[in-house]
Every structure is written in structure tokens, then in C-alpha cells.
């Protein structure tokens, strides 16, 4: 049974008996790769947990990049959550429809964006779903709710940023991709990046820190993953990925465990594999 945290995890059973709190919002967050030919939006509109909006990360992003959705401009991220009646004061929990995936990224952008009352649902909709509980098909009635944001800079690595920490070994970048991608093994699923990743990293697969039913492991067994890793908890981290979504599953478990020095590299691999004046290893941490 997970430790209800209203700031980082909440649990079904929490949902459920929060659903109908008049300051709480649901957000589904749902996204896939590309090769899951899944189309969240469909599946939103098909079935959602009841008075859930449908947070599209593809589109609440920075636009002016070419690379895929990196973090909204705080002015872009107040409209879309006023659009959807989300604003100051209200109690958010966001889920995906993978079980718990891209809703961490949802809830490092609220951080980033100085809005801390935000938590994932753990086991997400298939957990929902499995337990029997009520969907809707039917959009929320949304009122404008007005909204104020303080970007957390801390919370974000640029690529100039990860590079210094890559060379001066003063920070632990945790790897959530593949071992096989870690290693430079196995093909990036976008054309034209290197295999590899940055030097003095730790791969940390994402899966590692779920159990086998999509929720996170307690925070004991956290601690034991990054142990197990070589990671030194001691040192502030910087969590990465494919393009900056599992990065923030890491992110979670750090939270989870108490590890509050942790910031995401939004670039991620797609920026520092396309790069080829950029170091890169391969092979194990």
C-alpha cells in the first residue's frame, strides 16, 4: 500500500475518496511512443476517470524547439491551465493510461512551474480500471480559475549545464532508457542519433523502480535500486532519458525517498545523441 503523499503519489483508494472534493482536479496524461500505435486523446475521450481534462504534453510544450515536447513557456502553461479550470488553490492528481508513465512528467512540469500540490496516481487507469471503479466518457464542465506560477530553474538542466557535470563529476546523472540503449547496443528509436550516453552516467531503467503491477516501489526498495546502481545519494542528480518523460519517473523516486536535489535534463538523449561534438560512451556505467 503506497503512503498517500498529495505532493508526490496517491494512491486509488485516495482518489476515490477524494473524487469529489470541490478543490480537486484530474488531469489525464496519458502518451505513448510512437510504436505503441496508441492515440491517448482517443482513449480520453473513449473513457476517463470522472471530471478528468486531458493534459496533451505534446502540445503544452515549447513549440519554438525542434526538439519534442520540451518544457512550456510559464506564460503558455498558465493558459492551458486556465483553459482547463485548474488554477491556484486547487489539489491536482494526474494519471496516464500506461500505468505510471508519462503522468511524472505532468507532475515535474507543475513543479518546474512552482506548483507543488500536485500528485501522481500510482497504478494509473489500468489500476482504476482493474479495480472497477467509475469512468466517464463525457468532458468536465470547466470555470476559468486564475493561476500564478514561479519557475523553479532549478529544477531543469540545459545541455551546457549537463556537460559541466558530466566533466566535473559533481552531480549523479541517472539514465532512465534501456540498458541496451545505455550501452549503445540497441537502435535509438529516432534516426540520426548516436548510441551511447553521457559519460559518467548510471542507467537506471525506469521499470526498475515499479513493481510488476505498474505501481513504485516503497521507498525502501527505491533507495536499494539507486544503491544498487552506484548511484551516491550524497550528490545532487540530474535525471535523463529518450526526450525528458521517464526521465521524471526517476525524479518521483528520488522525491519518494527524500532526495530533494534532483533536476531534470529536458533535452535529454534526442539533444546530446544528435550532437557530434558531444562526448559520448558506451558499454556499462
Request: proline letters at 7%; one cysteine or more; a negative charge.
Amino acid at each position: 500500500m503506497v503512503n498517500d503523499d498529495p505532493k508526490t503519489l496517491v494512491s486509488t483508494d485516495w482518489l476515490a475518496a477524494h473524487l469529489n472534493d470541490p478543490d480537486l482536479r484530474v488531469l489525464d496524461a496519458s502518451w505513448y511512443m510512437p510504436d505503441a500505435h496508441r492515440n491517448p486523446r482517443a482513449e480520453y475521450d473513449n473513457a476517463h476517470i470522472p471530471g478528468a481534462r486531458f493534459f496533451d504534453i505534446d502540445e503544452i510544450s515549447d513549440l519554438r524547439s525542434d526538439l519534442p515536447h520540451m518544457a512550456p513557456p510559464p506564460e503558455k502553461f498558465i493558459a492551458r491551465m486556465r483553459a482547463m479550470g485548474i488554477g491556484d488553490g486547487h489539489q491536482v492528481v494526474v494519471y496516464d493510461g500506461a500505468g505510471l508513465f508519462s503522468a511524472a512528467r505532468v507532475w515535474w512540469t507543475f513543479r518546474l512551474m512552482g506548483k507543488t500540490d500536485i500528485a501522481v496516481l500510482d497504478g494509473g487507469f489500468p489500476k482504476w480500471l482493474a479495480e472497477g471503479r467509475e469512468t466517464e466518457d463525457l468532458p468536465p464542465t470547466v470555470r476559468d480559475r486564475h493561476m500564478t506560477v514561479q519557475r523553479q530553474a532549478g529544477l531543469v538542466k540545459d545541455v551546457t549545464q549537463v556537460a559541466a557535470a558530466s566533466k566535473l563529476g559533481d552531480h549523479e546523472i541517472l539514465d532512465a532508457r534501456s540498458p541496451g540503449r545505455f550501452a549503445g547496443t540497441e537502435a535509438e528509436p529516432r534516426p540520426g542519433l548516436r548510441g551511447g550516453h553521457v559519460p559518467g552516467s548510471r542507467n537506471i531503467p525506469f521499470p526498475a523502480v515499479l513493481t510488476e503491477d505498474g505501481t513504485m516501489k516503497a521507498p525502501d526498495a527505491l533507495r536499494a535500486v539507486f544503491g544498487g546502481a552506484g548511484v551516491d545519494l550524497s550528490k545532487p542528480a540530474i535525471t535523463t532519458c529518450g526526450t525528458g518523460v521517464t526521465a521524471a519517473i526517476l525524479s518521483l523516486a528520488l522525491e519518494r525517498i527524500g532526495h530533494r536535489k534532483h533536476a531534470l535534463y529536458d533535452g535529454s538523449w534526442t539533444e546530446w545523441g544528435m550532437y557530434g561534438d558531444l562526448p559520448v560512451a558506451t558499454g556499462g556505467a
